[in-house]
Every structure is written in C-alpha cells, then in structure tokens.
C-alpha cells in the first residue's frame, strides 16, 4: 500500500501534500525536521490520508491534490473539522 497524506503545519496553518509506502514513519520524519520542505514549518498535525494499491496511483492522486480543484476537494473534505 502506499498513503497520499495531508498535513498541517501549526507555524502557518498551510497543508503539505505528500505519499509514502510508510506513513508512521514519514509523519515522524517530518516532525523530526528531517523532510527540507517542511522543516521549518513544525509542528505538523496529520489531517487526511488515503490508501492506494501501487506508487503510480498515489503519484497521480498526490498530484491532484496539490492542484487548485484537489486543494479545493480537501477543504470541502475536511469543511467541518476545519471550522469546528
């Protein structure tokens, strides 16, 4: 499996779009200060993941997501949770 995974920086409040094969360890990875875009933007709080079957499917979705119309289909996701 591999994880298309959105994250939230407490710094700035902006979302960080990635995938990974092991989410656990990429969000610790991050947190840790070890991922150079977004070190500098922690803490960052896990808010959606999605699985996929194989890398190619995750690289096209990730992508999605870091457009306009994918930023647009997580804020309409996460509508309640981001304004409760």
């Not at 610790?28 to 709080?45: D, E, I, Q, Y």
């Not at 959606?48 to 990730?62: S, V, W």
């Not at 509508?79 to 409760?84: A, E």
Request: aromatic share 14%.
């Amino acid at each position: 499996m591999y994880y298309i995974y959105v994250l939230k920086s407490e710094i700035d409040n902006n979302f960080y779009v990635g995938y990974t094969k092991n989410l656990k360890q990429r969000i610790k990875s991050h947190n840790a200060g070890k991922v150079p875009s977004t070190k500098n933007r922690r803490p960052l709080r896990l808010l959606y993941y999605e699985g996929c079957l194989n890398q190619q499917d995750a690289t096209n979705r990730e992508k999605y997501l870091k457009t306009s119309w994918g930023k647009r289909y997580i804020k309409n996701r996460l509508k309640i949770y981001l304004t409760g």
